[in-house]
């Protein structure tokens, strides 16, 4: 039987002594010429972190940006800051930056602790002993539904948290009523609060973040909109505003382009 081309190829490659552990050894220093050359490419814009030793989390930064898309050129700076025991709670309508803030955070405290430079003009933090990101998942709902299976994520990430700890939480308690989703939702910020970790909520939930600022559970900001248009900059305050009916029409999906849709395919009844 004669071998094709791919079969004679991986023959000889399987034959090369410890090729497998080059590759790997390659690809490594790929990565880390990759982290030696972000100070350059972050120029005067970054920095090179101050990082702590403390009891728990604390993250304050000066104009930090998101790492890919600074690099991509399209990245707003801000300035915030996080001590552990206060949660964070990030208001405001859709696309209007509050993922990119905290995945801004996120991933420069990576980098910090990586040993290279982040995309900030100033960055002081606790050295974190666990990075947990926890986002919605619909890809693997089990028997348990929507809640269950986001509640078995939530209730991981409380089990992995310590007081140095970096926690992002994109939403709580979705799949259940409002009124249980914002008493589960403050029960876990809350339980988060008092370990002291580090811990960002992304949320639309008005109502829960006015119980939790109320309360003095957590310390709520909002990204500011100027007349519906998004200026990606954080602020102290609750967002009350939606960008639902924008993103709406920009899709073609809207009230009025629903009852287009409708006539175009003869289901409106006149």
Wanted: proline share 4%; charged share 20%; net charge negative.
């Amino acid at each position: 039987m004669q071998l094709g081309f791919a079969d004679v190829l991986r023959q000889r490659i399987s034959a090369i002594h410890n090729l497998g552990e080059a590759l790997n050894a390659v690809g490594k220093l790929d990565a880390l010429l990759s982290l030696a050359a972000l100070p350059d490419r972050f120029g005067s814009d970054g920095c090179y972190p101050d990082l702590g030793d403390g009891s728990q989390f604390f993250m304050q930064c000066r104009s930090i940006h998101n790492p890919v898309l600074y690099l991509k050129g399209a990245s707003i700076g801000n300035d915030f800051e996080c001590t552990g025991g206060t949660p964070r709670l990030l208001t405001g309508p859709n696309s209007g930056g509050k993922t990119t803030l905290v995945t801004s955070i996120f991933e420069s405290q990576i980098l910090a602790q990586l040993g290279t430079a982040v995309p900030a003009l100033q960055y002081e933090a606790t050295v974190t002993d666990k990075f947990v990101f926890q986002g919605p998942s619909f890809a693997a709902l089990d028997e348990h539904g929507r809640f269950g299976t986001e509640l078995l994520a939530t209730r991981e990430a409380f089990l992995q948290a310590t007081p140095r700890s970096l926690v992002v939480l994109d939403e709580v308690g979705d799949g259940t009523t409002a009124e249980e989703r914002n008493d589960f939702a403050a029960a876990v910020i809350w339980g988060f609060s008092k370990i002291r970790c580090g811990v960002f909520l992304v949320t639309h939930n008005i109502a829960l973040a006015d119980r939790l600022s109320r309360e003095g559970t957590a310390e709520v900001y909002q990204m500011e909109f100027d007349q519906a248009h998004p200026t990606f900059k954080v602020r102290p305050g609750i967002s009350r505003c939606s960008n639902a009916e924008r993103v709406a029409r920009a899709l073609q999906f809207a009230p009025e382009d629903i009852d287009r849709i409708l006539r175009e395919r003869g289901y409106h009844a006149t």
